[in-house]
């Protein structure tokens, strides 16, 4: 049985030894895979997809002391409207809006169905959120033109959008400069 006084210590064949190659390799390859990480996560837009940057941002805000429409409209991206409900049970506000998207779906609105100049599409994805109904993730597309909410499939433009953001990211991750990476997704 060991004395509660005996204070644990690490074993010889783990503690640091600066003199031994063998760990100056490992530190090496270490602030190798360090420095590699540091330059993806500045770029967090290039390398993450968006509904990574959506739900770890949700995640982030529900579980924060911070405003509760926002925390609210956190657990409602997150399916959790039982939560939000307990937060703020104010019909009118931002959660409420992606409730109703899900459970009373419409028609477009009609804007941006004829032929439009180039970017000038006023359908976008406002976010994504899980779908309580569906058991799955699913789009928040929302016009800029008369705030209409709906949920719904990528529309084309859309999905060009998230191709070309696809590409940019294989790009960079596969060790690409990203102003060349760019030229080459938009060329
Ligand atoms: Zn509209």
Redesign the pocket.
């Known amino acids: 049985m060991s004395d509660a006084s005996e204070l644990w210590t690490i074993p010889e064949k783990w503690r640091w030894d600066e003199t031994n190659p063998d760990f100056a390799e490992l530190v090496r390859v270490s602030e190798a895979q360090q420095k590699k990480w540091a330059e993806k996560f500045n770029q967090p837009f290039a390398t993450k997809t968006s509904r990574d940057i959506e739900m770890g941002r949700a995640v982030i805000i529900a579980h924060s002391h911070g405003n509760p429409v926002e925390v609210a409209e956190a657990w409602a991206i997150l399916g959790r409207y039982d939560l939000a409900v307990e937060l703020d049970p104010r019909p009118a506000t931002g959660y409420a809006e992606i409730w109703r998207a899900i459970t009373e779906p419409t028609e477009?609105?009609?804007?941006?169905v004829g032929p439009r100049i180039k970017g000038q599409h006023?359908q976008y994805r406002e976010k994504e959120v899980w779908n309580v109904l569906t058991g799955s993730w699913s789009n928040v597309l929302r016009?800029?033109?008369?705030?209409?909410r709906q949920v719904g499939p990528l529309p084309k433009h859309l999905v060009k959008q998230e191709e070309k953001r696809a590409e940019f990211k294989r790009l960079v991750d596969g060790g690409m400069n990203p102003h060349t990476a760019l030229a080459q997704v938009n060329g």
């Open positions: 477009w609105c009609g804007h941006g006023p016009c800029s033109e008369c705030g209409h």
